[in-house]
């Protein structure tokens, strides 16, 4: 994933561009999602979903169109076939989102989570997710691995949510999460807060491992 993160970063830091951009990687991420589920998204719902203003969204549009990963016309902007095939990579290995009540795991008023395929292994103790969601404004975050059927918090073997069969089934049923896969989860007062910086967290930790 490591290319195809850069790839974002790149989008990001158009050369020749002297505007101070106000969208960063994770943005960019959302935006490819929005345009993965839906034919055709208007440069409003952009502002809306992505917490960016107007010339932001023509800005991001522009990088996006200069690497012909999108295209536009009067119903909106579109994933090209290019487009198309560059996203599939990303969710092929972040293949499922879900938002979870306050709990003993996460104790934000928001908390989204993310799966991430088969990347139990090159998580250390969490610390590092936790700080790559700290950076984007998350009060706290939390990663968990899932191993033998349960999910664990890194380097241990018992059970997270052995007595929290409510959030356990919430994340069984939203995730389905399979052996070795990893969960993290940004805790936030805020929603859109807590789904950019997993977001964030979940993208670092690809694109440095």
Same mark, same amino acid.
């Given at each position: 994933?490591? +290319?195809?993160?850069?790839? /974002?970063?790149?989008?990001?830091?158009?050369? *020749?561009?002297?505007?101070?951009?106000?969208?960063?990687? &994770?943005?960019?991420?959302?935006? /490819?999602?929005? $345009? +993965?589920?839906?034919?055709?998204?208007?440069? *409003?719902?952009?502002?809306?979903?992505?917490?960016?203003?107007?010339?932001?969204?023509?800005? $991001?549009?522009?990088?996006?169109?200069?690497?012909?990963?999108?295209?536009?016309?009067?119903?909106?902007?579109?994933?090209?076939?290019?487009?198309? =095939?560059?996203?599939?990579?990303?969710? #092929?290995?972040?293949?499922?989102?879900?938002?979870?009540?306050?709990?003993?795991?996460?104790?934000?008023?928001?908390?989204?989570?993310?799966?991430?395929?088969?990347?139990?292994?090159?998580?250390?103790?969490?610390?590092?997710?936790?700080?790559?969601?700290?950076?984007?404004?998350?009060?706290?975050?939390?990663? /968990?691995?899932?191993?033998?059927?349960?999910?664990?918090? &890194?380097?241990?073997?018992?059970?997270? /949510?052995?007595?929290?069969?409510?959030? =356990?089934?919430? $994340?069984?049923?939203?995730?389905? &999460?399979?052996?070795?896969?990893?969960?993290?989860?940004?805790?936030?007062? #805020?929603?859109?807060?807590?789904?950019?910086?997993?977001?964030?967290?979940?993208?670092?930790?690809?694109?440095?491992?």
């Amino acid at each position: 994933m490591k +290319n195809e993160i850069k790839k /974002l970063l790149d989008i990001v830091t158009r050369k *020749g561009s002297s505007k101070v951009l106000s969208f960063s990687i &994770p943005h960019v991420f959302k935006a /490819l999602q929005m $345009l +993965n589920n839906q034919k055709y998204v208007s440069r *409003g719902l952009f502002c809306n979903e992505l917490h960016i203003g107007e010339g932001a969204v023509r800005t $991001l549009i522009s990088h996006l169109k200069q690497d012909e990963i999108v295209d536009t016309i009067k119903a909106g902007t579109f994933l090209t076939q290019k487009g198309k =095939k560059f996203t599939k990579k990303f969710s #092929d290995v972040i293949t499922s989102q879900c938002v979870i009540k306050s709990c003993n795991i996460a104790r934000g008023k928001y908390n989204h989570v993310f799966l991430v395929k088969n990347y139990s292994k090159i998580i250390c103790n969490g610390m590092d997710q936790r700080d790559y969601a700290i950076m984007y404004g998350a009060k706290s975050a939390t990663t /968990l691995s899932f191993e033998n059927n349960k999910f664990v918090f &890194p380097n241990e073997t018992n059970d997270a /949510l052995k007595d929290d069969v409510m959030t =356990k089934n919430i $994340l069984l049923e939203k995730l389905k &999460p399979k052996e070795r896969d990893i969960v993290i989860i940004a805790s936030s007062d #805020d929603p859109f807060v807590s789904e950019i910086s997993a977001m964030n967290s979940v993208l670092t930790t690809l694109a440095t491992n």
